[in-house]
């Protein structure tokens, strides 16, 4: 298996070395400021569909004929935008042509390529990358409405339950966005996804995220422009050279 590149260097083929915040020639993109184990990028699809239609070629077969399977166009759109962007930020990251990079799918449904970590998550037209050179999740999700607080709430970690229970209801939505995108940033980087299930791990509701899982940290990310979205990363933590 290819050693992935240091972030350092991911920013450099990417484009977003130093003062730059958007990698040239990916329209509607841009570097969100995090952790320096991590490269995370943020997409508006409905920004670049022209591009990501012009651009349709470098998905694989299989990509392909899943776009085409959707009932509604728009949607099949929406995730061909996503695929074809995640693509050229694979090529890039790797040194590899869009076409050629070779998505692999784990047991429990996680994406694996060589020559770099990556997560990806998108919600409608918002995508959002993370890229670095260990396990790394990312999350993005539209606050909720009521009535999914109320019926899924109850289920994460009793901790984390009680929190929201603990908070005036017109908090409640933002809190449990925020419980939600922490928990799947944390269970992508594991590489189980939602098999491992939500009640196992605290991540917490409040503004501090927790450390459920030792080597790994869980960072909230600011969405500048989008009060309505709340995003997560989980990285982990490079083990400490012995002395």
């Known amino acids: 298996m290819a050693v992935s590149p240091s ?3 991911l920013r450099r083929r990417l484009g977003v070395d130093g003062a730059r915040g958007e990698p040239p020639g990916l329209p ?49 759109e929406v995730w061909t935008g996503a695929r074809v962007l995640l693509r050229e930020v694979l090529g890039r990251a790797t040194l590899t042509p869009a076409a050629d990079v070779r998505i692999r799918i ?22 959002l990358i993370g890229l670095g050179d260990l396990p790394i999740g990312v999350d993005v999700e539209m606050i909720p409405d009521d009535r999914t607080v109320h019926q899924v709430g109850p289920s994460f970690h009793p901790r984390e339950a009680a929190e929201l229970l603990g908070l005036p209801a017109d908090e409640r939505p933002k809190a449990f966005a925020r ?30 995220p927790g450390t459920p899982v030792a080597g790994l940290r869980i960072h909230d990310v600011a969405l500048p422009g989008m ?11 490079p083990a400490k050279p012995l002395q």
């Open 7 to 9: 972030v350092a260097e």
């Open 28 to 76: 509607g993109v841009r570097c969100l400021p995090g952790p320096d184990t991590a490269v995370v990028l943020l997409a508006d699809t409905a920004v670049g569909a022209a591009w990501a239609r012009r651009r349709g070629e470098v998905l694989s077969r299989e990509e392909a004929e899943r776009a085409a399977r959707f009932v509604f166009p728009g949607l099949g």
């Open 106 to 127: 784990g047991e429990f449904g996680k994406p694996s390529i060589d020559g770099a970590e990556f997560s990806l998550s998108h919600k409608d037209a918002t995508v």
């Open 179 to 208: 419980v939600w995108v922490r928990k799947e940033a944390l269970l992508k980087a594991i590489g189980t996804g939602l098999s491992r299930g939500i009640s196992r791990d605290y991540v917490g509701a409040g503004t501090v």
């Open 227 to 237: 009060p309505d979205h709340r995003a997560a990363l989980c990285v982990t933590v």
